[in-house]
């Protein structure tokens, strides 16, 4: 079987000034011991405007701590207020991009089709979207959240070739996990990463699917990391509240190592 390297990214959402942004991102550049880029890749994801300076502060101290967006426009330039394009992404140096985020599917209205057309944006221009996942608290007691689940991961890779794919991460994230201090049990999230990883199987083929990172996200911190991340189709964390602190993210960090 592959072994995958896990990846640890921070959600830092609409949190942190570029100043408190630099700030962060040197405590995290100071605790992040070097060793550590052979076993895991570690990425932070600051609201856009932060992305420049952040990124500064990583290659200026030689740090692999990469950085990402956390969402973008799939049409390449032109009359779209207030979007940013892959291309201007790229020119910064983010290498990921997380896409379909709950919050923004529920607040700003993103769609699976929306977050395909990201997803197909991102892959062509070489940053990998970390496409997110996840029911709320109604389909799950309803029973019927696995095929909820499966839906999202078809419609967010129609027309993706294996190929493409096999860069791309996914990561489950139950909407009653986010920001509630409720996490899901190893197993709870390790049943739905493997269902995840089985359909990417069925679109892509057994070998590239194995070969894809499935993270789980949801109150994800330093307390219970270890043994989510112990879990065998879950392959890091999408990190939110957790990822603010630098103590804690680095001790998720070393959670995976
Ligand atoms: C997130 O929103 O991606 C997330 C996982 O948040 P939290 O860790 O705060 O639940």
């Known amino acids: 079987m592959t072994k995958r390297k896990p990846l640890i990214a921070g959600n830092w959402k609409m949190n942190n000034t570029v100043s408190e942004a630099v700030v962060l991102a040197q405590e995290i550049s100071n605790g992040y011991e070097k ?3 052979e076993l895991v890749d570690v990425c932070v994801c600051p609201p856009s405007v932060d992305l420049k300076a952040v990124r ?3 290659l200026f101290d030689r740090t692999k701590v990469a950085v990402g967006a956390q969402n973008v426009y799939y049409e390449p330039k032109g ?13 910064i140096g983010c290498e990921y991009c997380i896409i379909g985020h709950s919050e923004r599917r529920e607040l700003f209205g993103e769609t699976n089709e929306g977050v395909n057309l990201k997803a197909k944006a991102l892959i062509a221009g070489r940053i990998k979207p970390i496409v997110c996942v996840g029911e709320s608290l109604a389909v799950r007691d309803e029973g019927a959240y ?15 070739e294996a190929s493409e794919a096999a860069e791309a991460v ?11 201090g409720r996490t899901a049990t190893p197993e709870q999230a390790e049943e739905v990463c493997a269902a995840i990883r089985a359909t990417l199987a069925e679109l892509f083929g057994a070998e590239v699917a ?4 499935v993270l789980y996200g949801g109150s994800m911190n330093e ?16 990190i939110g509240g957790a990822s603010l602190k630098a103590g ?6 070393k959670a995976a190592l």
């Open 146 to 160: 696995l095929d909820y689940v499966r839906v999202q991961v078809r419609a967010a890779f129609a027309g993706i």
């Open 248 to 253: 804690s993210f680095l001790t998720i960090v």
């Open 210 to 213: 194995e070969g894809m990172r």
């Open 223 to 238: 307390g219970n990391a270890e043994l989510l991340l112990a879990m065998p189709d879950i392959d890091g964390g999408l």
């Open 79 to 91: 009359a779209f207020t207030g979007e940013i394009s892959v291309d201007m992404l790229s020119e």
């Open 35 to 37: 060793d550590w880029a």
């Open 56 to 58: 500064g502060v990583f």
């Open 170 to 180: 996914v990561a489950y994230e139950p909407i009653w996990a986010i920001g509630t």
